[in-house]
């Protein structure tokens, strides 16, 4: 094996529609090279191939785009090989898979009025199918992936210069979020916790109107027996698990809170793991995805009726 062979290479993949290209020009941005849709009997040839004589950057990462359209694609195929290259050649290759939801996927496809590559003559719906069951052995396989479905083009990009620059000097990206389980959950949460065991500002009157950064929302939730034990249990927790994450070079750290509606109980203790995170040396950025969110009395009674219903159910 030729010199210089340690460098990084990712293999950036997924589903048609999903951020290949958008992933590929960050990564370009962030002086990675990049070769997208090689011939995958050319793979080897690339990565043995020595950097030019009077190339300044020697070490410079690779990032390869293969998806569905590359010649020759076989994701089982694929993924033994990059075992093999790994195992008995010592490349360091990592494989980011994006995916997407089929339903934002055909929207995307409508809104471009673009036809899918497996589907030229027949409904999108077909080819996002097909290319999912192709794609399965490489998501399965990738140690990165990331779900687009509800990112735009900017959280694409953040995304990937948070998990993948080059700087030493960067730390770990940390984000906090408030949710409202009722309007789905964080597809690209690291960690989650679920704040619905806390007694419910939506059931007082006068506090439905306020959000978790009132103190009177505070005061209320904080009157919790089990408030004050579990959350700072969730602070230990965190103290002991960020540090580890920046350890593996994992750039990028999202922790979700959530509640039903995503505006009292979550928001709180958001903004309280926050400050105590920052108090401890951290600089996460705090966000409340559904806090303006209009309060909801049918998915809180649906969520009390669910509590109460619980107790009857049995596990399998």
């Known amino acids: 094996m030729t010199e210089g062979h340690s460098k990084s290479i990712v293999l950036v993949s997924g589903m048609s529609g999903a951020g290949k290209s958008t992933a590929l020009k960050t990564l370009e941005d962030l002086g ?31 990032a390869i785009g293969i998806d569905s359209r590359t010649r ?14 790994r195992d008995h050649e010592s490349w360091d290759i990592e494989t980011l898979y994006l995916d997407c939801s089929g339903a934002e996927l055909e929207r995307r496809y409508a809104e471009t009025r673009r036809r899918h590559p497996l589907a030229e003559d027949r409904p999108a719906a077909d080819g996002i199918a097909r290319e999912r069951e ?17 990112m735009s083009i900017n959280d694409l990009q953040q995304e990937i210069r948070a998990r993948y620059s080059r700087d030493p000097n960067e730390r770990t990206v940390l984000t906090i979020l408030s949710f409202g389980f009722s309007r789905g959950v964080p597809r690209n949460a690291d960690l989650m916790f679920d704040m619905r065991f806390l007694r419910n500002p939506h059931w007082d009157d006068a506090l439905r109107p306020l959000t978790g950064q009132a103190d009177a929302v505070a005061a209320y939730i904080a009157q919790d027996p089990a408030y004050e034990d579990a959350v700072s249990q969730i602070e230990h927790l965190l103290l002991t ?14 922790i979700a809170f959530g509640c039903t ?8 203790v958001a903004e309280r793991v926050g400050r105590y995170l920052r108090q ?37």
């Not at 020759?72 to 290259?85: E, H, S, T, W, Y």
């Not at 600089?283 to 219903?309: C, D, F, I, W, Y």
């Open 241 to 254: 698990l960020l540090p580890r994450y920046q350890q593996q070079g994992k750039s990028y750290v999202t």
């Open 280 to 316: 401890a040396g951290f600089s996460p950025t705090v966000l409340h995805r559904n806090m303006e969110s209009a309060p909801h009395n049918a998915t809180e009674q649906a969520g009390s009726a669910q509590k109460q219903g619980f107790r009857g159910e049995h596990t399998a």
């Open 72 to 85: 020759g694609f076989d994701a089982a195929a694929l993924v033994q090989r990059i075992k093999m290259l």
């Open 261 to 268: 509606g995503g505006r009292h109980r979550s928001v709180h």
């Open 134 to 150: 192709l794609t399965e052995p490489l998501r399965r396989w990738a140690g990165q992936v990331i779900d687009t479905t509800a």
């Open 32 to 62: 990675w090279e990049v070769v997208d849709n090689l011939p995958l009997m050319l793979l080897e040839r690339l990565m043995d191939a020595p950097p030019a004589p009077d190339s300044k950057n020697r070490d410079r990462p690779l």
